[in-house]
């Protein structure tokens, strides 16, 4: 019962740690993007 238990913990733990990821994963790509469409504005703006 505490092996099962214990398994399913690591599972919830895991699934919490890969949804965390991909959430900052998420963020620093829509950050990025952002920068990116900023400085391709000042390029053209140029």
Known sequence: MSLLFME?????????????TGFIASMILIISKQMVLRRFRFL???
């Open 44 to 46: 053209f703006d140029d």
């Open 8 to 20: 399913f913990d690591w599972n919830t733990a895991l699934i919490r740690f890969s949804v965390n």
